[in-house]
């Protein structure tokens, strides 16, 4: 039996002359959370355009749920649900009945039976309340929460996110993470495309940093830390950099009014000692997922030392 | 067989959801059908009297149909262009003829109290009877779903969110005015006769206006208007079976 939920092989996309993707090949196990990451055009919604059957690959092969995406297409969405990013409200339906609606186009039967899975799928996101409410008068959070439930009440079994926290609050994004990792544990494969690292790092069990067209990295969040090479990271003051000799060896991001300087454990040791000893402010950390990911996709204004 | 039936089923449901929400959202929406043939008829009752008005009322009736089916080309291309709502759809096992059938079947839902009424008054001023309730029915189905077809498959080939409302103004009124819908086909002149076959619409205004005994036709037209239904059927199954559903 098949262990991918996704197979991705030397999958290619050109619009024109433009290689939106470049041979993408990787993997994800069922039951994984896998995150897309990549800077804005790195390819990432692309991919999961192909992979949904909503777009055609130029080469390379892609099997979803075990089923080719050129040849079994129909199979592959029948296994498969997608949350749109910006998706809205065309009509002025209700929260339930716009769930409704997706359930029968999905070939779901009975107008009773689909409201109490609507109903349900609205119970897991925390929207029950908000059943009956007009969609269109649902916060742009909730509203996003709602095509969630579009999804969860599908019982698809390879779920594709395409930012699904965007725009939500704090608590509403921690009550996202919450869904998703249950939703895990009843052994969905979600595919997700975030621009949150945090979110990310917390969520994954594997990333892929695409970065034009190519897939640059694979691995676990702290897999792709610790291949970074960093092992510690300190920030400055940007007024305070000049005042302090910046060895060989780190990586340098400016940060707003801050720099970031990362690098192996006894070289960020020395700066901070240089810091401290002009009693300069700084802040000291382990390296985290978007510094590994700023040094793959390269960072603006960073420096080299 | 089954399978077919729940299909049918679910496109149904699915009509009945998408258009009682809309209505209970804004039931001026349920009015807006009315709008343009009443226009029409005052202007014309004001002008002839009560003389064509049967004639206006099963063009009335007819209209509504149409866009009813036009009415798939905005929608398929806002939900795509605009509400973003499509590729919800798309990566889903719905099939483009279940959401083109659904989204038709919403739209003739909508404009049905309108197509009602125009039958009702239409009976009335031209003492049709049951042939003409029966022609209304099976041209309402044949005219929406051939309508609905071509205008999804051209709907899902839309590139900006401008063409959804120039287009199908112009659609619209290609298919209401420059076909005979309301007014008999004989007032053209032969040439043009035949030119509005072109129009998925004229084989069934004729259909419809001789069944309201508004019409003499001769074989030749009834021919003609069958062979241009028929067409148009084979050419709205091509239509779906090759909308852009999944983009190149």
């Known amino acids: 039996m098949n262990q991918y939920a996704l197979d991705s092989i030397k999958l290619a996309k050109n619009y024109g002359n433009t290689q939106a993707l470049k041979e993408v090949t990787f993997s994800i196990k069922k039951g994984e959370i896998f995150s897309l990451l990549g800077r804005n055009g790195a390819g990432k919604t692309t991919f999961v355009r192909i992979a949904t059957g909503q777009l055609m690959p130029t080469s390379g092969k892609l099997s979803v749920a075990g089923y080719d995406i050129i040849k079994e297409v129909e199979k592959v969405r029948e296994n498969i649900a997608v949350v749109p990013q910006e998706a809205r409200v065309i009509r002025s339906s209700s929260a339930c009945e716009f769930i409704q609606l997706y359930l029968l186009m999905r070939g779901n039967v009975g107008i009773e039976n689909t409201r109490t899975i609507a109903l349900n799928a609205l119970k897991k996101i925390g929207l029950e309340h908000k059943a009956n409410i007009s969609a269109r008068q649902l916060s742009g959070g909730e509203r996003h929460k709602m095509l969630l439930a579009c999804a969860i009440a599908s019982d698809a079994s390879v779920l594709f996110l395409d930012e699904p926290s965007i725009g ?3 608590h509403s994004r921690r009550k996202l993470w919450e869904i998703l990792l ?7 494969t979600i595919v997700l495309t975030t621009h949150y690292l945090d979110e990310a ?8 940093v695409i970065n034009k067209g190519v897939v640059c990295k694979i691995g676990s969040p702290s897999a792709i830390i610790k291949d970074s090479g960093f092992e510690l990271r300190v920030d400055i003051d940007e007024s305070d950099i000049e005042k302090l000799t910046i060895p060989k060896g780190v990586k340098v991001n400016k940060l707003a009014d801050k720099v970031r300087v990362l690098g192996e454990e006894k070289i960020v040791k020395k700066i901070v000692s240089q810091a401290l000893s002009k009693k300069l402010k ?5 390296p985290n997922l978007e510094d590994a990911f700023l040094n793959l996709v390269g960072a603006e204004n960073e420096q080299q030392n | 067989m089954n399978n ?3 299909k049918a089923i679910s496109i149904m449901q699915g009509a009945w959801i998408d258009f009682s929400s809309t209505a209970k959202g804004n039931p001026f929406f349920l009015l807006i059908p009315f709008t343009y043939p009443i226009a029409l008829l005052f202007v014309m009752y004001l002008n002839t009297g009560t003389r064509y008005l049967g004639l206006l009322l099963v063009g009335a009736i007819l ?10 080309f905005s929608e398929t291309g806002s939900s795509k262009l605009f509400f973003k709502t499509f590729d919800l759809y798309v990566a889903s096992p719905t099939s483009p003829f279940v959401y083109c059938m659904t989204i038709s079947a919403s739209w003739i839902l909508m404009n049905s109290l309108a197509i009602f009424l125009f039958l009702l008054l239409a009976l009335y001023f031209t003492h049709a009877g049951l042939l003409a309730v029966i022609a209304t029915i099976l041209i309402a189905i044949e005219t929406s779903m051939v309508l609905g ?3 999804f498959s051209a709907g899902t080939r839309l590139k900006t969110e401008r063409d959804v409302f120039a287009l199908g103004t112009i659609l619209s009124f290609g298919l209401t005015l420059l076909s005979p819908i309301y007014y008999p086909i004989t007032v053209l002149p032969p040439f043009v006769q035949m030119l509005s076959f072109l129009f998925p619409s004229t084989g069934p205004a004729i259909l419809l206006q001789w069944a309201f005994g508004i019409l003499n ?3 030749n037209l009834v021919i003609l208007s069958i062979a241009n239904i028929l067409v148009y059927l084979i050419i709205g199954i091509v239509a779906v079976k090759t909308a852009l559903w999944r983009e190149e």
């Open chain 1, 282 to 286: 700084v802040s000291v950390a382990g």
């Open chain 2, 4 to 6: 077919r039936i729940n």
């Open chain 2, 63 to 72: 209209a509504e149909i149409i866009n009813a089916g036009t009415a798939v």
């Open chain 1, 182 to 188: 249950k939703l895990k544990s009843e052994g969905k």
């Open chain 2, 149 to 151: 077809f071509i205008a």
């Open chain 1, 201 to 208: 790092e917390f969520l994954s069990d594997r990333i892929a």
């Open chain 2, 217 to 219: 036709v001769n074989s």
């Open chain 1, 168 to 170: 939500l609050d704090v």
